[in-house]
T-cell receptor
Framework: TQLLEQSPQFLSIQEGENLTVYCNSS?????LQWYRQEPGEGPVLLVT?????EVKKLKRLTFQFGDARKDSSLHITAAQPGDTGLYLC???????????FGTGTRLTVIP | GAGVSQTPSNKVTEKGKYVELRCDPI?????LYWYRQSLGQGPEFLIY????????DSGLPNDRFFAVRPEGSVSTLKIQRTERGDSAVYLC????????????FGSGTRLTVV
């Protein structure tokens, strides 16, 4: 059983469309991070959210941490082919020594 | 170095053989992590080093897996008597002082056991 479940698992959209990816858990996290991974590479950190209800923006990407710090969402506006990749959320569980990664959402943006 | 370096990038080995995977973290990063990623899945934690010591090895699947970091910098993940189920991408990450800062990952070693 995965600690963090992401949905959808796969997403294929046209360039210019908007999309939202979800990261859910029954556990409370002290912080949550989002990474993007391209084929043959390691995940690259996009953002860290710490406070319940926090919203952070990174150009066309908007990240939100749930009020209860159990879930998070990533919204992409006007998706571009360069956004294609595997999006991973990762939670920092109090008392744990490592980040727990979600199941991942594989996004394909078609030109 | 500028980033986390992992070697080899690809390794094909026969079932039952011994393999070593190397990770060279960012200079000055005290925390080092090994994760394993199966195709299409998120990374799964294997082991965490703080300095030279293995602070948490609870993710190692069995005693065929072992990792060292003798001088607090380069780390080696060692797998004995490899099995086909060990095939995966092995990722190494380092962090200045722990997970709260986020990880910098290497590009991984793709291990294939035939």
């Amino acid at each position: 059983t995965q600690l963090l479940e992401q949905s959808p698992q796969f997403l294929s959209i046209q360039e210019g469309e908007n999309l939202t990816v979800y990261c859910n858990s029954s556990s409370v996290f002290s912080s949550l991070q989002w990474y993007r991974q391209e084929p043959g590479e390691g995940p690259v950190l996009l953002v860290t959210v710490v406070t319940g209800g926090e919203v952070k923006k990174l150009k066309r990407l908007t990240f939100q941490f749930g009020d209860a710090r159990k879930d998070s969402s990533l919204h992409i506006t006007a998706a571009q082919p360069g956004d294609t990749g595997l999006y991973l959320c990762a939670g920092d569980l109090t008392g744990a020594n490592n980040l727990f990664f979600g199941t991942g959402t594989r996004l394909t943006v078609i030109p | 170095g500028a980033g986390v370096s992992q070697t080899p990038s690809n390794k094909v080995t026969e079932k039952g053989k011994y393999v070593e995977l190397r990770c060279d973290p960012i200079s000055g990063h005290t925390a080092l992590y090994w994760y394993r990623q199966s195709l299409g899945q998120g990374p799964e934690f294997l082991i965490y080093f703080q300095g030279t010591g293995a602070a948490d090895d609870s993710g190692l699947p069995n005693d065929r897996f072992f990792a060292v970091r003798p001088e607090g910098s380069v780390s080696t993940l060692k797998i004995q008597r490899t099995e086909r189920g060990d095939s995966a991408v092995y990722l190494c990450a380092s962090s200045p002082a722990g997970r709260n800062y986020g990880y910098t990952f290497g590009s991984g070693t793709r291990l294939t056991v035939v």
